[in-house]
Structures are given as structure tokens and as C-alpha cells.
């Protein structure tokens, strides 16, 4: 994967993660969560068969490939989501967005742990300074940050913590079925179904209505975060993944912050001040050390 597509990738990830924060506020409410997961990696799920089957790409795992893309489905797209929207019922989506952004960091410590993997100086220097930009730009959005009304918004930020933690896990079993082998779109799309497939159980297990919500808001909140959301951005996401590595790929999680600043910009009348353009620095600052350090 050449610079300039890795760099191209990064800024398509960003730019529509940035925005599915917001989205997901859109999906809360009248349907139970749980639903609205359903729907949303279900969609995509539909859809990433179908590209696949169209242009003829492989869909076939082997035992081995379908295991890790259990583990993959389980941790990013049931347990890591399942915890991102009670997160964001309890908090802010903008707390949320600056939690996950020490998954570079976690996926560092994760791959060292379990797979003893040596990252470059230049990676670790790069994901500390992208915490670091996202404390510091954030600092205002947390103490100002809107807690649903009633509930104790110390519960949202563990919620985000157990789904960084996920996806995290989720990321080295996907990291296990590159080892083994298994194509990135079809691997993606079976994970994303066996994803599916356990929310949906756990929401039979529950007793969950099964229903949508027939306005605008909810159904182009719903298209965007399948369409876009989930099905390009992961594509593009985990295709990064194995070019450059797992941790210049998760952090994307630490530029999505100040694209949710821009989006409190136009729709929340927040403003622009020294903060944030330091936080900015820092963030992009983290991002050229991750592309430039050797694959981590």
C-alpha cells in the first residue's frame, strides 16, 4: 500500500468515523439499542456478501478462518458496539470518541503481550502523542460534556473502556485471520454476520422489541452508519490494517475526535479556541510518526 493511499485511507476513515458519533445519538430512543445494531451490521454485513459474490471474491474461510472471524465478530461488532451505544446513552458521543482514542495504544500493549510483538519507537512515540493531542482537545468537551438526565455518567465512561478493550481483542483475532490466511473483505463480511448473529440472540434472550423507527432522522442515521460506517470504513479500516500494521490503523480512533469538534462546530454551536488547536497539533503531530515508523 503505497503513502499516499495509506494517507488517503486514514483521512476517509476519519472523516466518516468522525461523523458516525453523532449518528449513532440519532439511533437512540424510541428502538432499543440492541435493534439498531442489528440492523445497522446486518445491513452491512448483506451488502459485503453481495460485493463480494459480484466481484467474484472469494467468500470460502477455513475452519481456522471462520474461528477468527468469530472472535473478530464477537469482540468489535457485539461486544465493542453493544458497549459504544450504552455508552453513548450515559455520556456525551464526543466522551466516547476521545475514550477511543487510546485503542492505538491498547493494540500496541495487546500485541506485545500476546504475540510479543516489537513495535518501533516511532509507533509508540506516535500513539502517546495522539492520547495526549485528544486529552488536550477534549479537555472542555469533558467537563462540559451532556450526561443523559439521571444516570451517572462514571457508568458511560467504563461502558467506552470495556469497548475500546473489545475492539482492541477484536483487532487481534482479526489479526489471526490474516495469519491464517483469510481474504479481508470476506473475512470482514463473516464477522460482521456472526456479529450479528450473537446481538441478535442476546436481544431474542432479552426480550428486545424488534422494530424501527419510520423517520428521516433514524433511517438515514441507520444508512449512513451500515453503508458508510461499517462497510466502507471497516473495509477500509482492515485492509490498512494489514498493510501498515494494527496500530497506524486504530488511530483513526484518535483523529475522529476533532472531526466530532467540527461536527459540535455546525450543529451544537461549540467554538473553536486555543485548546483545540493545540490538541489538533498534537494529534496530527502523533499521526506523521505512525506513518512514518516502520509496520507495527
Same mark, same amino acid.
Given at each position: 500500500?503505497?503513502?499516499?493511499?495509506?494517507?488517503?485511507?486514514?483521512?476517509?476513515?476519519?472523516?466518516?468515523?468522525?461523523?458516525?458519533?453523532?449518528?449513532?445519538?440519532?439511533?437512540?430512543?424510541?428502538?432499543?439499542?440492541?435493534?439498531?445494531?442489528?440492523?445497522?451490521?446486518?445491513?452491512?454485513?448483506?451488502?459485503?456478501?453481495?460485493?463480494?459474490?459480484?466481484?467474484?471474491?472469494?467468500?470460502?474461510?477455513?475452519?481456522?478462518?471462520?474461528?477468527?472471524?468469530?472472535?473478530?465478530?464477537?469482540?468489535?461488532?457485539?461486544?465493542?458496539?453493544?458497549?459504544?451505544?450504552?455508552?453513548?446513552?450515559?455520556?456525551?458521543?464526543?466522551?466516547?470518541?476521545?475514550?477511543?482514542?487510546?485503542?492505538?495504544?491498547?493494540?500496541?500493549?495487546?500485541?506485545?503481550?500476546?504475540?510479543?510483538?516489537?513495535?518501533?519507537?516511532?509507533?509508540?512515540?506516535?500513539?502517546?502523542?495522539?492520547?495526549?493531542?485528544?486529552?488536550?482537545?477534549?479537555? +472542555? /468537551?469533558?467537563? &462540559? #460534556?451532556? @450526561?443523559? $438526565?439521571?444516570? %451517572?455518567? =462514571?457508568?458511560?465512561?467504563?461502558? *467506552?473502556?470495556? !469497548?475500546?478493550?473489545?475492539?482492541?481483542?477484536?483487532?487481534?483475532?482479526?489479526?489471526? +485471520? /490474516?495469519?491464517? &490466511? #483469510?481474504? @479481508?473483505? $470476506?473475512?470482514? %463480511?463473516? =464477522?460482521?454476520?456472526?456479529?450479528? *448473529?450473537?446481538? !441478535?440472540?442476546?436481544?431474542?434472550?432479552?426480550?428486545?422489541?424488534?422494530?424501527?423507527?419510520?423517520?428521516?432522522?433514524?433511517?438515514?442515521?441507520?444508512?449512513?452508519?451500515?453503508?458508510?460506517?461499517?462497510?466502507?470504513?471497516?473495509?477500509?479500516?482492515?485492509?490498512?490494517?494489514?498493510?501498515?500494521?494494527?496500530?497506524?490503523?486504530?488511530?483513526?480512533?484518535?483523529?475522529?475526535?476533532?472531526?466530532?469538534?467540527?461536527?459540535?462546530?455546525?450543529?451544537?454551536?461549540?467554538?473553536?479556541?486555543?485548546?483545540?488547536?493545540?490538541?489538533?497539533?498534537?494529534?496530527?503531530?502523533?499521526?506523521?510518526?505512525?506513518?512514518?515508523?516502520?509496520?507495527?
Amino acid at each position: 500500500m503505497s503513502r499516499p493511499f495509506t494517507i488517503l485511507a486514514i483521512a476517509v476513515c476519519a472523516l466518516i468515523w468522525g461523523t458516525t458519533w453523532f449518528a449513532i445519538t440519532l439511533q437512540l430512543g424510541v428502538v432499543d439499542p440492541i435493534v439498531s445494531i442489528v440492523w445497522r451490521f446486518g445491513l452491512a454485513a448483506v451488502v459485503l456478501f453481495a460485493f463480494c459474490a459480484l466481484t467474484r471474491r472469494p467468500l470460502r474461510l477455513t475452519r481456522a478462518q471462520h474461528l477468527a472471524a468469530v472472535g473478530q465478530g464477537a469482540f468489535v461488532f457485539a461486544i465493542s458496539y453493544g458497549f459504544v451505544y450504552a455508552a453513548e446513552e450515559r455520556v456525551a458521543s464526543a466522551v466516547v470518541a476521545v475514550i477511543f482514542a487510546a485503542l492505538a495504544f491498547v493494540n500496541l500493549i495487546l500485541f506485545r503481550v500476546l504475540e510479543r510483538q516489537k513495535a518501533a519507537a516511532g509507533a509508540w512515540q506516535g500513539a502517546i502523542l495522539g492520547v495526549c493531542g485528544v486529552a488536550v482537545l477534549s479537555f +472542555g /468537551q469533558l467537563s &462540559g #460534556a451532556g @450526561v443523559s $438526565a439521571g444516570v %451517572a455518567p =462514571a457508568l458511560g465512561v467504563v461502558f *467506552a473502556l470495556i !469497548a475500546v478493550l473489545a475492539s482492541a481483542f477484536g483487532n487481534w483475532f482479526a489479526w489471526r +485471520g /490474516q495469519q491464517a &490466511g #483469510a481474504p @479481508v473483505m $470476506a473475512a470482514t %463480511a463473516w =464477522a460482521m454476520a456472526y456479529g450479528t *448473529a450473537m446481538v !441478535a440472540v442476546y436481544g431474542f434472550a432479552t426480550g428486545v422489541e424488534w422494530r424501527i423507527e419510520p423517520t428521516p432522522a433514524y433511517i438515514l442515521s441507520l444508512l449512513h452508519l451500515s453503508l458508510f460506517g461499517s462497510v466502507i470504513a471497516f473495509g477500509l479500516y482492515f485492509t490498512l490494517a494489514r498493510q501498515r500494521g494494527y496500530a497506524l490503523a486504530s488511530y483513526i480512533s484518535a483523529l475522529t475526535p476533532p472531526i466530532a469538534v467540527i461536527m459540535s462546530v455546525l450543529f451544537e454551536g461549540a467554538h473553536v479556541g486555543v485548546t483545540m488547536l493545540i490538541g489538533l497539533i498534537l494529534v496530527l503531530g502523533g499521526q506523521v510518526l505512525l506513518i512514518r515508523a516502520p509496520k507495527a
